[in-house]
């Protein structure tokens, strides 16, 4: 039986590179060489310091001013944003960005992006299914997002969800716990510590939903308050 593409899967297709992702520039990568968010973009697009690159349609680097005074850090790309090879344009993002929007904080002067830049997951039928990094390629992965740092030079770093507060902090971090919590880094980097959007898409009760989203815009209004401090 001869069976047709979905959509979705030539949609994928479509917007997978038509050629193979050419390796990287060794100098590039070995890193002195990046003098700009756009050079480490460029040389992030052949990262092989991780198996996740294999399945993944792109590397999703993140988006933003380079003197942005806050960086946010979310988990990483979702499928949307693996297609787009933009960060938070699928559903969470849309969540974060009216949350940020009621908290008056200006998305276009903010710089977000993903502790790990490629997208894992499991294949199930025609969906893929969102699967959490392990700790060795957040490790990996931190190189980019310590690049990301080093060129920015952020006031404030929120870390948004367990795997951007591992990334940041170099260990497992209690969420629940650390939620509104301000961390200062040994470098002298403030981190502040809350959930991922995508945790307030989860919950299914409407009222609790509200609730949860609530709770993360005063946690937004207090990143705000630091941005400006
Ligand atoms: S997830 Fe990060 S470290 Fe792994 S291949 Fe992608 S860009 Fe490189």
Known sequence: MTTTPSSTALQREAKRPASPIP??????????????IGEAREAALGCRRCPLWRDATQ?????????ADAIFVGEQPGDQEDLAGKPFVGPAGKMFDSILDDAEIDRRKVYVTNAVKHFKFEPRGKRRIHSK????EIQ???????????????????????????????KAVPITRMRGDVIQ????????????PSFILRIREREDKEAERER????????????AA
Not at 23 to 36: H, K, N, Q, R, V
Not at 141 to 156: G, N, S, T
Not at 158 to 170: D, E, I, M, R
């Open 23 to 36: 390796a990287p520039e060794p100098e590039l990568t070995a890193g002195e060489d990046i003098a700009s």
């Open 59 to 67: 590397t999703v680097f993140g988006e933003g001013p380079e003197n």
């Open 133 to 136: 990094p392990n700790a060795g």
């Open 140 to 170: 990996a992965c931190r190189w980019w997002l310590d690049k990301e740092l080093d060129l920015i030079k952020p006031k404030l770093v929120v870390a948004l969800g367990a795997t951007a507060a591992q990334s940041l902090l170099g």
């Open 185 to 196: 880094r040994e470098d002298g980097l403030r981190v502040f510590v809350t959930i991922h």
């Open 216 to 227: 993360f815009l005063k946690d937004m209004l207090k990143v705000k308050q630091l941005m």
